[in-house]
C-alpha cells in the first residue's frame, strides 16, 4: 500500500531548517530528566542558531539544560525543571536566575494535562492541583499579578460548585519527540514510560520523530497496539542512533552517567557551555562523527545494558542502514545534494 | 551505632508504609524507604513511579531517576504521566506518597521552587537560587490519601514560613486545605534526618513527635526556624532492628546510605 | 445501465473525497464510498475509524463494524475512541467524514435516536421506534472540517424538521452554528439514492444540486418532505466512468453494492 | 516477586457472586457493537439473576442487547445504541420502546471523555460535542426538563468565554473487562482498538478482566507498554475462552457471523428471548459446556481468522489449561468447592 509506506525520512540538518523557526513554541521529548528525548533535535537546533525560543518541557532534559545554556530559550513552560539524581540543571538555572529565562512553573501532572487539552482542543481542561499553592498564585508570564488570574482562572463545577482550576492548552508549533523505533511512513513505538508522548503528538502543529532505529512497516502490522503514534500525525522521520544521550532510550541503550555528569557540570558556566558546543555539537553534525564522540566502547558499554531484551521482538525488522541512507538520501534537499 | 543516620531516617519513613498500599515513589532515598518497607514488612506494597511504571523493582543500584532503565528493566507496565499522576493518584486512588523539601514550615508546606530570601513580594522576579520546581510532588500533595515529606533537618530549611509553596501541606493550618476540596489528605509526617514530626490533629501545626537515638530535643529546637512545640510524650523512635538493616541493605545495594552518613 | 443505483451512490460520495485528506468512515456504504476514493483518485487519504484503527484496509469483504477483524487484520496502529474522536477529530484534524440519517432536514439536521412521530413536546418520553442513537456522528458533525451525508431518497426521511437532532446540520440555517464554536463547518453535501443537494451559502438550506442519470427532478421533488430549492444550473451528475466502477468493484470484494441495487 | 505475581484467578460464578449486586452501575467491555466485550459475564449475571441495574456502555454489545432483553436493565446511559451491519439492537429497542429501560442518549465521544473525566476524578470534564443538539437538550433521566440543564450544563471557558458542555463523570461500581491476554495477577493485554477499555479500567470502582487466555506474567516483563491495565487495579481474573462470542476478538476469534444474527433475531421477542436463554445461556455456565454449544467445528473455522497472527508473539508464554485450573482452584471459594 503506498499509502502506509509512504517515506517521510529526511536527515537531521533538513529537519530543523524545514521546520524549525526562530521564536517558535517548541516542545520536544515530552521526557523525564534522565530518559527519552531528541536531545540531537536540540543539539542541531545550536549549530544552526536557532534562538528566542518559547519552550514547552513537560519536565526538563539535558536539551534544555543546553538550550538554556546557550541563550537560545526566551520563555519556558515547565514541571520539574532538575536532572533527578543528577541534581540541579545548572544551565537552567544559570539562565533562570539572571533572567534570561521567563520560567512559568506548573507541576507535573498540570503540563500532562495542559498537552491532553490541547490534543483534545478544549479551551481549557479543569484540574485540582496546583490551586492553593503559589503554582497558581505566581505566574512569570504575568509577574504583576498577585495573586495571579489569568495563569490558572478558578473556575466552579457546574454540578457542585466545588472550586477547580482552569488549565489553558498547549499547542506548539513544532514538536521533536525521541522513539527508539519509527518506521519510514512516520509509525512509532516507544519502550518505557510514554511520559507525555503520547499526548503531545496530538497537541502539536508539527510532529518529527528522532528514532533511534528504522524498522520495516512490517514491524506496525505485527504490533499495532504498541503504536501509539501512527505516521498520519507526523511530518517527518530523522534516523540518528543514541539520540538521547546522554540520556538513557529504554531497550536500546542506558543513559551514560560519566557525560551526564561532565555536560552538566560544563553547562554551569558560560565559559564550560561554550566549550561543551566546541567540543560536543559543532562537531557532531552527522551521525558517523556524533557516534565517534561518543566512542566505540562506551556505545558497546550503554548498548548492552540491562533493558536490551526489550528491543528483541522487533530486531527482525530493523531496517540495513544502507536502505534507510537509500530512503534518506530520496527526500534530501537538492540544495543539501548540491552542496555536498 | 551499627547504622548510620540516613539508614535511620530511611527506616523510619519506610515503617510509615503499610501491606498492601498503592505507593508512589520518587527517586534516590525515597525510592530506598519504599522498597525497603516492601523488602521487610509490606510485601503487597503496589509500588509505581510518577512516569507511570508500575511493578517494577530497580536493580544494579539505585536509578538515577524515575524513567532509568534501572526501573525498567523488569517492569509489568509501561504508561505515561497521565496515568499514573492523573488516573492513579489526583483520583484519591494513592495510599501513600513520598516527596522531598528544600524549606518546610509548621504548617508543613514545602518549597522546591526557588529562594527569594524571605517575602517574594507583589511582584514575582527570579528566584536567588532556583531550585528544581514542583514536579510531580504538587500532585501527590494534592491527592495522594497521606504523604511523607523527607527533609535533612537544618534552621534554613525548617522555616516559618516557605517563600513559595510549591506542594501544599495544611496551608495556614486549621481547616484551610477543605477550600480547596482536594481529595489527598495532606502530609502526615515529616521524617527528618534528626526525628519524626507529626501535625496537630485540630491546628495542623507540626510537632515533635520522636527523636532518634543519637539526637535530642534540644538539637532539634536549635535546628528549626520557628518555634517548634514538642510533644509532652516525646520519645526516642526504635533504633533498626536486624532484620531492618539487613532488608535495608538488600534494597541499598550499593551502599549508597552508608556512605552518605 | 451498467452499474447499480446503490454504485453511483457510492461513486458520487467518493468524488467528494480529495487526495491527501485525512478522512473518518462508518460501516457499510461510507467505508465503501471512501475506499473507493483510495483505489480511484486519491491515494494518499489517511483513514481511520472512530475505533482509532488507523492504516488499515478492509479485506474479505465488508466488515461488520469498526472493531471487525476484516478491518484489524491489517491495521498499523490500534488506539481508543478517546483519541479517534477526540485527539483526531474534535480536535478539527479531521477534513471529512461520512454519515447516515434515518431523518434529515432542510438544514441538514440528522435524526438517528428516534421516530416520535412529529414533535416530542415539552415531555421526553420513549419514541415509538428507537434507532441506533448518535454513535460518533455527532462528534463527527461538529468536529470534522467538511461532513457528507448520506440518506436513502424517500419522502419520510427527507423532512421539515426532524423529530430530533442526533447529529447537528446547520440547526436553524444562517449563521446558527456559530453560537456554540464548532470546529467544525457542518455538511457540505447530502448524497441520496436520487442526487446531490448542497446548503445555501447565506441560508444554509439545501437545495438540488444534481440527479443522477436513473433519476429527475420531479421524482426527488415527490419524494422530499419540504419544499425543496432547485438550483437554476441543476444538472446531471456524470455516469460512472469505467475506471471508477472497476476501482468501485475492487473494493466491494463481496458485491454488496451490486445486490442491493 | 510475590507482589508481581499475585494470583487473582478465579471462577466466572464466583466473581458474579461477589463482586455483582443487583441495581449497581455496571460497565462492561467499553466496547463496539461487533468487537471486544465481556460478554460471558453478562450471560452468568443473567443466570445468577442480577438485575434492576443502571448499564454503562459505551457503545451497545450483545451484551447490553440480552440484558435489556430478559429485563435486567432498568436504566442504561450509551452512545451508539445498534449493532452497526447487523442493524438495530432488537431487544435493547423494545426495552426502550416499552419504557421498560430508561436510555440517556450521548454521543460516543462524550462517554468517552465522561469515562476519562472519572478515570481522572474530575467534577466535570468540558467538550465542545452534544451541545447544540437534542443530545443536550432532552435527558431521558430529566424527562420533564426541557431544555435539559442538569444533564450537559453549559458553561464558559475561562479563557475566551466560549460556551462549552460540562460531562459528568462516570465511576460505574463494577466493570466487567474482556481482554485477549491476562496473567493470574491481573495484568492485560488487548489486541485491536482499546475503545474505551483503558478509561474504564480507570473509572470503575472495581475492576474484573475476564479473559480468552492466560499468559505468564514473563509475557508482561517483555511487552510492557503493552499492559494498558496493570494488575494494581483489578480484583480478579476469569479465563473464558471466547469471552465475547459471538463477537470478536482480535488475534483470538473472528465474530460468529451466524449467531449475531440468530441472537439478535431471538432477542427481538420475549419468547424468542425465552429461547435464547434457554438454549443459550443456562446450560453454558461451565467453560466446557458453553465451548460445546459454540460447537468445535465453528470454534476451529472462528480461530483461524485473518488476525490469527496478532497472537503469534504471545503464543509461548500462554499458560496450560492444567495451570489455569490449579490457580483457579486456589481462590475458589469453599461453598463452591463443597458444593461441587
Chains 1, 4 share one sequence.
Not at chain 1, 503514534?229 to 542506558?254: C, R
Not at chain 2, 515513589?25 to 512516569?51: C, D, K, Y
Not at chain 2, 508546606?109 to 526557588?114: E, R
Request: net charge negative; charged share 20%; glycine share 10%.
Amino acid at each position: 500500500m503506498t499509502t502506509h509506506t509512504r517515506n517521510k525520512l529526511i536527515p537531521l540538518a533538513d529537519a530543523v531548517r524545514r521546520f524549525a523557526f526562530s521564536g517558535m513554541q517548541y516542545a520536544s521529548g515530552a521526557a523525564l530528566p534522565v530518559g527519552s528525548d531528541a536531545i540531537a533535535f536540540g543539539r542541531e537546533l545550536v549549530r544552526q542558531s536557532v534562538g528566542d525560543l518559547h519552550a514547552i518541557f513537560h519536565a526538563n532534559t539535558q536539551q534544555l539544560n543546553l538550550l538554556c545554556a546557550v541563550g537560545a530559550v526566551a520563555k519556558a513552560e515547565c514541571g520539574f525543571t532538575g536532572l533527578e539524581g543528577f541534581g540541579f540543571a545548572n544551565g537552567l538555572r544559570r539562565s533562570v536566575e539572571s533572567g534570561q529565562v521567563v520560567l512559568e512553573d506548573y507541576s507535573n501532572l498540570a503540563m500532562a494535562v495542559r498537552l491532553l487539552a490541547g490534543a483534545m482542543n478544549w479551551p481549557f481542561a479543569p484540574a485540582t492541583v496546583n490551586i492553593g499553592s503559589d503554582v497558581e498564585r505566581r505566574s512569570a508570564f504575568a509577574p504583576n499579578e498577585y495573586p495571579a488570574q489569568s495563569k490558572i482562572p478558578i473556575i466552579q463545577d457546574p454540578f457542585t460548585g466545588r472550586p477547580l482550576g482552569a488549565f489553558s492548552p498547549l499547542k506548539p508549533d513544532l514538536a521533536a519527540i525521541h522513539v527508539p523505533l519509527a518506521d519510514p511512513a512516520g509509525n512509532a513505538i516507544m519502550l518505557g514510560t510514554e511520559w507525555s508522548r503520547f499526548e503531545l503528538s496530538r497537541a502539536a502543529k508539527r510532529v518529527i520523530l528522532i528514532a533511534d532505529c528504522i524498522v520495516d512497516t512490517a514491524c506496525m502490522r505485527q504490533f499495532p497496539n504498541l503504536v501509539r503514534i501512527p505516521d498520519l500525525l507526523v511530518e517527518a522521520v530523522v534516523w540518528w542512533p543514541f539520540t538521547a544521550w546522554p540520556q538513557a532510550s529504554p531497550g536500546v541503550y542506558d543513559g551514560d552517567e560519566a557525560h551526564m555528569k561532565l555536560m552538566n557540570q560544563m553547562l554551569g558556566s558560560e565559559d564550560g557551555t561554550r566549550e561543551y558546543v566546541e567540543r560536543f555539537v559543532t562537531p557532531a553534525g552527522q551521525r558517523e562523527s556524533y557516534l565517534e564522540l561518543i566512542g566505540a566502547e562506551t556505545i558497546a558499554r550503554l548498548s548492552a545494558g540491562p533493558t536490551a531484551f526489550l528491543l528483541d521482538p522487533y530486531r527482525r525488522w530493523l531496517l540495513p542502514d544502507a536502505t534507510v541512507r537509500e530512503l534518506e538520501a530520496a527526500n534530501t534537499d537538492k540544495s543539501e545534494r548540491l552542496a555536498a | 551505632m551499627n547504622y548510620t543516620r540516613q539508614e535511620m531516617m530511611a527506616i523510619a519513613t519506610g515503617r510509615e508504609i503499610r501491606d498492601g498500599e498503592l505507593a508512589i515513589f520518587g527517586v534516590g532515598l525515597s525510592m530506598l524507604a519504599g522498597f525497603f518497607a516492601i523488602a521487610h514488612h509490606a510485601p503487597n506494597v503496589r509500588a509505581m513511579t510518577e512516569g507511570g511504571i508500575y511493578g517494577a523493582t530497580p536493580i544494579g543500584g539505585l536509578p538515577w531517576g524515575i524513567e532509568c532503565n534501572r526501573i525498567s528493566a523488569n517492569a509489568t507496565s509501561f504508561t505515561s504521566g497521565l496515568d499514573a499522576l492523573g488516573c492513579l493518584v489526583a483520583s484519591g486512588r494513592c495510599d501513600i506518597g513520598i516527596i522531598g523539601a528544600a524549606q518546610v514550615d509548621r504548617f508543613g508546606n514545602v518549597n522546591t521552587t526557588g529562594i527569594w530570601g524571605g517575602e517574594i513580594g507583589a511582584h514575582y522576579g527570579p528566584p536567588k537560587t532556583r531550585l528544581t520546581g514542583s514536579g510531580g510532588a504538587n500532585d501527590i500533595a494534592v491527592g495522594c490519601k497521606r504523604y511523607l515529606i523527607m527533609a535533612s533537618h537544618e534552621k534554613k530549611r525548617f522555616v516559618e514560613r516557605v517563600d513559595y509553596i510549591s506542594s501544599p501541606g495544611y496551608l495556614d493550618g486549621g481547616n484551610a486545605r477543605a477550600a480547596y476540596g482536594f481529595v489527598g489528605g495532606g502530609p502526615s509526617a515529616i521524617i527528618t534526618t534528626l526525628g519524626i514530626l507529626r501535625p496537630d490533629l485540630l491546628s495542623k501545626e507540626f510537632f515533635l513527635e520522636a527523636y532518634f537515638a543519637f539526637s535530642s530535643v534540644d538539637e532539634i529546637l536549635a535546628d528549626t526556624g520557628w518555634n517548634l512545640r514538642v510533644s509532652p510524650t516525646v520519645s526516642i523512635v526504635a533504633e533498626p532492628s536486624d532484620a531492618e538493616l539487613l532488608a535495608l541493605r538488600s534494597v541499598d545495594v550499593t551502599g549508597m546510605l552508608r556512605r552518605a552518613a
